[in-house]
Protein backbone atom coordinates (compact mmCIF):
# COMPACT_ATOMS: atom_id res chain seq x y z
CA UNK A 1 0.00 0.00 0.00
CA UNK A 2 1.19 3.30 -0.65
CA UNK A 3 2.26 5.62 2.51
CA UNK A 4 -0.75 8.13 1.43
CA UNK A 5 -3.94 8.05 0.48
CA UNK A 6 -4.12 8.27 -3.62
CA UNK A 7 -7.47 8.35 -5.14
CA UNK A 8 -7.31 5.51 -7.82
CA UNK A 9 -8.27 7.38 -10.96
CA UNK A 10 -7.25 7.79 -14.24
CA UNK A 11 -6.40 11.47 -14.15
CA UNK A 12 -4.51 10.59 -10.99
CA UNK A 13 -2.51 7.58 -12.69
CA UNK A 14 -1.38 10.40 -15.75
CA UNK A 15 -0.58 13.13 -13.04
CA UNK A 16 1.95 10.76 -10.99
CA UNK A 17 3.06 9.02 -14.21
CA UNK A 18 4.12 12.66 -16.09
CA UNK A 19 5.52 13.14 -12.04
CA UNK A 20 7.69 10.44 -12.09
CA UNK A 21 9.01 11.06 -15.38
CA UNK A 22 10.54 14.23 -14.29
CA UNK A 23 11.64 12.26 -11.30
CA UNK A 24 13.93 10.33 -12.88
CA UNK A 25 14.59 12.69 -15.43
CA UNK A 26 15.74 14.85 -12.45
CA UNK A 27 17.88 12.00 -10.76
CA UNK A 28 20.20 11.42 -13.86
CA UNK A 29 20.70 15.17 -14.04
CA UNK A 30 21.67 15.20 -10.63
CA UNK A 31 23.44 12.38 -10.68
CA UNK A 32 26.09 13.69 -13.43
CA UNK A 33 25.93 16.76 -11.72
CA UNK A 34 27.10 14.69 -8.92
CA UNK A 35 29.66 13.17 -10.86
CA UNK A 36 31.00 15.98 -12.30
CA UNK A 37 31.32 17.64 -8.93
CA UNK A 38 33.51 15.16 -7.81
CA UNK A 39 36.01 15.09 -10.39
CA UNK A 40 36.44 18.83 -10.49
CA UNK A 41 36.73 18.67 -6.74
CA UNK A 42 39.49 15.98 -6.38
CA UNK A 43 41.42 17.78 -9.36
CA UNK A 44 40.91 20.78 -7.05
CA UNK A 45 42.17 18.29 -4.23
CA UNK A 46 45.19 17.17 -6.12
CA UNK A 47 46.22 20.76 -6.87
CA UNK A 48 45.73 21.94 -3.57
CA UNK A 49 47.91 19.19 -2.08
CA UNK A 50 50.62 20.39 -4.64
CA UNK A 51 50.49 24.27 -3.57
CA UNK A 52 50.61 23.58 -0.32
CA UNK A 53 53.69 21.41 -0.54
CA UNK A 54 55.22 24.62 -2.88
CA UNK A 55 54.08 26.92 -0.49
CA UNK A 56 55.15 25.49 2.57
CA UNK A 57 58.60 25.25 1.18
CA UNK A 58 58.61 28.80 -0.15
CA UNK A 59 57.93 29.79 3.32
CA UNK A 60 60.09 27.48 5.06
CA UNK A 61 63.23 28.91 2.73
CA UNK A 62 62.22 32.76 3.47
CA UNK A 63 62.10 31.88 7.50
CA UNK A 64 65.64 30.60 6.85
CA UNK A 65 67.03 33.14 5.15
CA UNK A 66 65.99 35.91 7.60
CA UNK A 67 67.28 33.83 10.28
CA UNK A 68 70.38 34.03 8.59
CA UNK A 69 70.54 37.83 7.57
CA UNK A 70 69.60 38.48 11.34
CA UNK A 71 72.58 36.26 12.07
CA UNK A 72 74.73 38.11 10.00
CA UNK A 73 73.46 41.62 10.36
CA UNK A 74 71.50 41.37 13.32
CA UNK A 75 67.21 41.56 13.94
CA UNK A 76 67.74 45.63 14.25
CA UNK A 77 68.92 46.30 11.10
CA UNK A 78 66.81 43.77 9.41
CA UNK A 79 64.00 45.57 10.90
CA UNK A 80 65.28 48.85 10.04
CA UNK A 81 65.96 47.72 6.03
CA UNK A 82 62.26 46.79 5.83
CA UNK A 83 60.74 49.70 7.48
CA UNK A 84 60.15 51.64 4.37
CA UNK A 85 58.76 49.69 1.31
CA UNK A 86 58.72 50.59 -2.30
CA UNK A 87 56.52 48.26 -3.44
CA UNK A 88 52.22 47.48 -2.28
CA UNK A 89 50.12 44.87 -3.28
CA UNK A 90 46.50 45.48 -3.68
CA UNK A 91 44.30 42.05 -4.24
CA UNK A 92 40.69 41.93 -5.87
CA UNK A 93 38.62 39.21 -4.94
CA UNK A 94 35.97 37.75 -7.78
CA UNK A 95 34.11 34.85 -8.20
CA UNK A 96 33.08 32.25 -11.25
CA UNK A 97 30.48 29.75 -11.10
CA UNK A 98 30.84 26.09 -11.87
CA UNK A 99 28.09 23.94 -11.90
CA UNK A 100 25.91 26.08 -9.73
CA UNK A 101 28.93 27.01 -7.56
CA UNK A 102 30.00 30.45 -7.01
CA UNK A 103 34.17 29.85 -6.17
CA UNK A 104 36.23 32.40 -5.11
CA UNK A 105 38.70 34.20 -7.47
CA UNK A 106 41.30 36.31 -6.60
CA UNK A 107 43.49 38.77 -8.51
CA UNK A 108 46.18 41.62 -7.61
CA UNK A 109 47.98 43.99 -9.11
CA UNK A 110 51.18 45.63 -7.73
CA UNK A 111 51.82 49.28 -7.18
CA UNK A 112 54.71 49.49 -9.65
CA UNK A 113 55.49 46.85 -12.63
CA UNK A 114 59.29 47.29 -11.56
CA UNK A 115 60.20 43.71 -9.82
CA UNK A 116 63.23 45.04 -8.09
CA UNK A 117 60.73 47.64 -5.84
CA UNK A 118 60.23 44.67 -3.36
CA UNK A 119 63.67 45.98 -2.06
CA UNK A 120 62.92 48.47 -0.06
CA UNK A 121 66.80 48.97 1.09
CA UNK A 122 70.07 49.47 -0.16
CA UNK A 123 72.38 46.58 -1.10
CA UNK A 124 75.59 47.75 0.52
CA UNK A 125 74.34 47.73 4.30
CA UNK A 126 72.24 44.47 4.10
CA UNK A 127 72.91 40.57 3.78
CA UNK A 128 72.27 38.85 0.73
CA UNK A 129 70.34 36.43 2.67
CA UNK A 130 67.80 39.31 3.53
CA UNK A 131 67.78 39.64 -0.32
CA UNK A 132 66.50 35.82 -0.93
CA UNK A 133 64.03 36.02 1.73
CA UNK A 134 62.44 39.05 0.47
CA UNK A 135 62.74 37.42 -3.18
CA UNK A 136 61.22 33.95 -1.74
CA UNK A 137 58.23 35.58 -0.41
CA UNK A 138 57.68 37.53 -3.42
CA UNK A 139 57.81 34.62 -5.39
CA UNK A 140 55.82 32.64 -3.37
CA UNK A 141 52.88 35.07 -2.88
CA UNK A 142 51.11 34.13 -6.26
CA UNK A 143 50.82 30.52 -5.36
CA UNK A 144 49.39 31.49 -1.48
CA UNK A 145 46.76 33.27 -3.47
CA UNK A 146 45.87 30.14 -5.87
CA UNK A 147 46.17 28.20 -2.21
CA UNK A 148 43.46 30.13 -0.99
CA UNK A 149 41.55 29.93 -3.75
CA UNK A 150 41.28 26.14 -4.24
CA UNK A 151 40.89 25.79 -0.45
CA UNK A 152 38.32 27.45 -0.22
CA UNK A 153 36.80 26.27 -3.40
CA UNK A 154 37.43 22.85 -2.50
CA UNK A 155 35.24 23.79 0.88
CA UNK A 156 32.27 24.70 -1.08
CA UNK A 157 32.50 22.27 -3.51
CA UNK A 158 32.36 19.57 -0.82
CA UNK A 159 28.92 21.24 0.50
CA UNK A 160 27.39 20.78 -2.71
CA UNK A 161 28.66 17.33 -3.48
CA UNK A 162 26.75 16.01 -0.11
CA UNK A 163 23.61 18.31 -0.78
CA UNK A 164 23.56 17.07 -4.61
CA UNK A 165 24.24 13.64 -3.22
CA UNK A 166 21.43 13.77 -0.23
CA UNK A 167 18.83 14.88 -3.59
CA UNK A 168 20.23 12.10 -5.55
CA UNK A 169 19.27 9.59 -2.46
CA UNK A 170 16.31 10.77 -1.81
CA UNK A 171 14.49 10.74 -5.67
CA UNK A 172 16.53 7.51 -5.91
CA UNK A 173 15.35 6.19 -2.67
CA UNK A 174 12.16 7.88 -1.32
CA UNK A 175 10.57 9.86 -4.41
CA UNK A 176 10.64 6.98 -6.92
CA UNK A 177 9.68 4.43 -5.27
CA UNK A 178 6.65 5.89 -3.64
CA UNK A 179 5.56 7.19 -6.78
CA UNK A 180 5.81 3.69 -8.57
CA UNK A 181 4.46 2.38 -5.73
CA UNK A 182 1.06 4.62 -6.33
CA UNK A 183 1.04 4.37 -9.95
CA UNK A 184 1.07 0.26 -9.28
CA UNK A 185 -1.87 0.54 -6.70
CA UNK A 186 -3.93 2.76 -8.92
CA UNK A 187 -3.30 0.85 -11.98
CA UNK A 188 -4.22 -2.29 -10.14
CA UNK A 189 -7.74 -0.70 -8.61
CA UNK A 190 -8.41 0.25 -12.29
CA UNK A 191 -7.92 -3.20 -13.31
CA UNK A 192 -10.10 -4.29 -10.71
CA UNK A 193 -12.63 -1.96 -11.08
CA UNK A 194 -12.63 -2.83 -14.73
CA UNK A 195 -13.19 -6.45 -13.79
CA UNK A 196 -15.81 -5.76 -11.44
CA UNK A 197 -17.69 -3.12 -14.57
CA UNK A 198 -17.24 -6.30 -16.99
CA UNK A 199 -18.72 -8.89 -14.82
CA UNK A 200 -21.58 -6.70 -13.62
CA UNK A 201 -22.43 -5.87 -17.77
CA UNK A 202 -22.69 -10.12 -17.86
CA UNK A 203 -25.02 -10.39 -15.35
CA UNK A 204 -27.04 -7.93 -16.92
CA UNK A 205 -27.00 -9.48 -20.14
CA UNK A 206 -27.71 -12.99 -18.87
CA UNK A 207 -30.48 -11.08 -16.94
CA UNK A 208 -31.77 -9.78 -20.04
CA UNK A 209 -31.38 -12.72 -21.99
CA UNK A 210 -33.12 -14.84 -19.64
CA UNK A 211 -35.92 -12.23 -19.43
CA UNK A 212 -36.38 -12.11 -23.17
CA UNK A 213 -36.27 -16.58 -23.23
CA UNK A 214 -38.54 -15.99 -20.62
CA UNK A 215 -40.99 -13.98 -22.28
CA UNK A 216 -41.03 -15.98 -25.53
CA UNK A 217 -41.76 -19.04 -23.49
CA UNK A 218 -44.44 -18.18 -22.06
CA UNK A 219 -45.92 -16.89 -25.49
CA UNK A 220 -45.20 -20.34 -26.68
Given at each position: MPSTHVNP?????????????????GHKL?????????????????ENKELRQKVEE????????FALAEAVSGSEAVKTALLASKQSVSVEAGSKNVM????PVFDYKTRTPDQSDIFSYGYVSTSPDLDAAVRSLSDVFPDMLRLAET???????????????RRVNALEHVMIPDYMEKIHYIS???DENERSTQIRLLKV???VIKKNYDAKHAET
Amino acid sequence: MPSTHVNPTRMELTRLKKKLVTARRGHKLLKDKRDELMRRFLELVKENKELRQKVEEGIANANRNFALAEAVSGSEAVKTALLASKQSVSVEAGSKNVMSVNIPVFDYKTRTPDQSDIFSYGYVSTSPDLDAAVRSLSDVFPDMLRLAETEKSCALMAAEIEKTRRRVNALEHVMIPDYMEKIHYISMKLDENERSTQIRLLKVKDMVIKKNYDAKHAET
